[in-house]
C-alpha cells in the first residue's frame, strides 16, 4: 500500500498527466479478474448474504477502479473529490428512505390482498 | 537550499490534503483547477449519476414492494450455445467489451497527451467499434426478451410485472448512452484525425473519455444489481 502511495506521489510530482501504458494494461487485466469473478458468483449459484456481500465487494472495487485511475480521479485535488463524492451522500439517505416504503408497500399489500 | 526544499515538501504535502480544498475554495481564483469543458463534464456526470441512482432506487423500490417471486436474472439471460445451456453469458460478455472499451479509450487519452495522433485515432476507433458492438449484442438481447420468452413492460410470464418495466428502463436508458457515446466519441475522433486539436490540445479526449468511463461505470451498477442480485 505505502508502496503505491510512493509511486502515485512521484507520478503526481513527474506530470499529472503520464502515466505508463502498461498502468492501464494492469488495471484492465484487473477489472477482467474483477469482472470474472462477479460472473462466478453467478455461474456457482452463491446464496444469500454471502452472494450479496461479494456482489457489492466486487462491484466498489472495479466502480472505484474505474473512477480512481481510468477517469484519473486519484490525480485530481481534493476539491474535485469533494464535489464528486459529497453530493452523492444523499443517493444514500435516498435509498434507506426508499427501503424502508417499499416495506411499507409490501406488508400492506399482503395485509389487504391476501388476509380478507 | 534547504529552505526552497522545505518549501516544496510542504507544497507537496498540501495538494493531496484537505488543505488543497480550503486553499483552492478560499482563493481569489477559480476554483476548479481545470479547463471549463473537464469541469462541466465531471457536473453533467454527477447529475447522470443522479438519474441513474434513481432509476435503480426505483427498481429496488418495485422488486422490495412485489408480492409475486422476482423472475430469476440468471435463468431469463441465459443462452443455449452449442447445446450448453450456460447462464448470462452474453451480460458477461457485453461486460467484458465495455471493460476493454474503457481500456482502449484510457489508452487513447494517455496517447493523446503525448501528442501521437494517429494512436490516439486508432484507440478510439476501436472503442467506438466495441460500443456499437455492445449496442448491438443488447438490441439482440431485447429482441430475444420480447419475440421469444414475451417480456413486456406490464407483464411477463416468468413472475413479478415490475421486472420488465425496470429491465426496459434501465437497461434502455444505458443503451442511449452507449449509442450516445460511439457517435461522440467517432465524431471527436474524426476531428482529431483531421488534426483540428493540434494547436488547441488535446484535452478534449479527456473529456470524451470521462463520459466513456462513466457509462462503463453505470454498466457495473446495472451489473451488479439487475443482473447478479
Known sequence: MSKQNTETAHTELA???????????????????????????????????????????????????IIMVFMH???????????????????????????????????????????? | ???????????????????????????DKQSFDMPWGKLMMWIFLLSDTFIFSVFLIGYMNVRMSATVAWPNPSEVFALTIAGHHIPLV??????????????TMAMAVNYAYQGNKQKTVYLMAATALLGASFVGMQAFEWTKLIVEEGIRPW??????????????????????HVSAGVIYISVIARRVHQGKYQKKGYQIVEVTGLYWHFVDLVWVFIFAFFYLW
Not at chain 1, 484487473?30 to 454471502?50: P, R
Open chain 2, 1 to 27: 537550499m534547504p529552505k526552497d526544499n522545505e518549501l516544496d515538501k510542504h507544497e507537496a504535502s498540501k495538494s493531496s490534503s484537505w488543505q488543497s480544498a480550503v486553499d483552492d475554495w478560499s482563493a
Open chain 2, 90 to 103: 452474453l451480460i458477461a460478455i457485453m461486460t467484458f467489451i465495455l471493460i476493454t472499451s474503457s481500456g
Open chain 1, 73 to 116: 480521479l486519484a490525480w485530481e485535488r481534493a476539491a474535485v473529490k469533494l464535489l464528486l463524492f459529497v453530493p452523492p451522500l444523499a443517493i444514500l439517505v435516498f435509498i434507506v428512505l426508499m427501503a424502508s416504503e417499499a416495506e411499507y408497500v409490501f406488508i400492506n399489500r399482503v395485509i389487504s390482498f391476501f388476509n380478507p
Open chain 2, 155 to 176: 407483464d411477463n410470464p416468468m413472475g413479478a410485472n415490475q421486472f420488465g418495466a425496470a429491465f426496459f428502463m434501465i437497461t434502455g436508458f444505458h443503451g442511449l
Open chain 1, 15 to 65: 506530470d499529472k498527466t503520464q502515466h505508463p501504458i502498461s498502468m492501464y494494461l494492469k488495471v484492465w487485466l484487473l477489472l477482467f479478474v474483477l469482472s470474472t469473478f462477479s460472473y462466478m458468483v453467478d455461474y456457482y449459484q452463491f446464496q444469500g448474504a454471502l452472494r450479496w456481500t461479494l456482489i457489492l465487494v466486487f462491484m466498489f472495487l472495479k466502480a472505484g477502479l
